[in-house]
């Protein structure tokens, strides 16, 4: 299924020289995009190593990160998941240009897809329906297999690298809106309209809207937002994950509505959101996005974890 608007406005200034590099890197991606999804894989994976042996400041917030939510792993087997989930990262470098450049049956064939009986109902009850997902590697490939099958709108922070954010939107776009996080009244209007989107409110953000609430045992700094949207949009709040097996296919799941949500209690709420997101992550550990510093903001009169860079 793909979504007809108008494309995000070009701006002229990113043919300057000093952007060539970016759009060298995005041509080389939509190559690659072409090319058997097998040899997109293995091409990751090699990224991916290299990335473990090269990254040193990414691996070591991955060490501390899963050091913190398995510490029932010995040593080794914490340092197989972080190799592992490195490994997962350079995976999905081109992973995600084959989803958002690659033919357009790329995946028809390569994935199952579990619960949309979930968001058929939240619609026919006239409601819109919000992904509650979070930052697999997976990301792309997944957005882009519900795409088969309803229009997707996402949640989206804007990448640092203009080629990219204006590359990567243009290519989201062909399957719904790509909403800026800063935009949640836009949100809140597709979902009024009965639309489906996806949001991740896994990521430490800091303080300011955010409550504390646990996360693999640990107290995490996290947002609110979830439901603030369910509360003002009346949309249905579905668990969302996805994941990728040896062979390159996939499987995407989406569980019922969260039931009585929101309930008007901030944490309690905060802490739901995060046990769905720990039960999807504890499937596939190694393929969510470790290396984000998801403890970044503590507790009073607790330290970072982290290393200063």
């Not at 040896?246 to 569980?255: H, L, M, P």
Request: glycine share 8%.
């Amino acid at each position: 299924m793909s979504y007809k608007k108008t494309p995000p406005a070009f701006d002229k200034s990113l043919l300057l020289p000093q952007h060539w590099p970016s759009w060298f890197l995005v041509g080389l991606l939509k190559v690659i995009a072409l090319m058997p999804l097998a040899f997109s894989l293995c091409l990751g994976r090699g990224l991916g190593l290299l990335l473990y042996r090269c990254a040193g400041q990414r691996r070591a917030i991955a060490e501390v990160n899963i050091a913190l939510c398995f510490p029932q792993l010995n040593s080794s087997e914490q340092a197989a998941v972080v190799k592992e989930s490195m490994v997962s990262v350079g995976i999905t470098f081109f992973e995600a240009g084959a989803a958002l450049w690659g033919q357009a049956d790329k995946f028809k064939g390569r994935h199952i897809i579990e619960g949309l009986e979930h968001i058929e109902k939240a619609q026919a009850e006239g409601r819109g329906a919000l992904l509650l997902g979070a930052h697999f590697t997976t990301i792309d490939v997944a957005g882009r297999i519900v795409a088969y099958y309803q229009r997707v709108d996402t949640v989206y922070r804007k990448h640092k690298d203009p080629v990219m954010a204006y590359q990567v939107t243009k290519a989201r776009d062909q399957f719904g809106d790509s909403i800026l996080r800063s935009d949640m009244g836009k949100l809140v209007k597709t979902l009024r309209r009965g639309n489906l989107a996806w949001y991740a409110p896994d990521q430490d953000y800091g303080a300011k809207h955010s409550v504390f609430a646990p996360f693999f045992g640990q107290q995490a700094a996290t947002v609110t937002g979830s439901a603030r949207i369910a509360k003002v949009s009346r949309a249905a709040l579905l668990p969302f994950s996805h994941y990728r097996d040896e062979r390159g296919y996939y499987r995407v799941v989406i569980k019922p509505a969260l039931e009585n949500f929101p309930s008007g209690d901030d944490v309690a709420d905060a802490t739901l959101v995060n046990q769905h997101i720990e039960a999807a992550i504890a499937e596939c550990p190694e393929q969510y996005l470790w290396v984000h510093r998801r403890f970044k903001t503590r507790p009073e009169g607790e330290q970072r974890p982290y290393k200063k860079s």
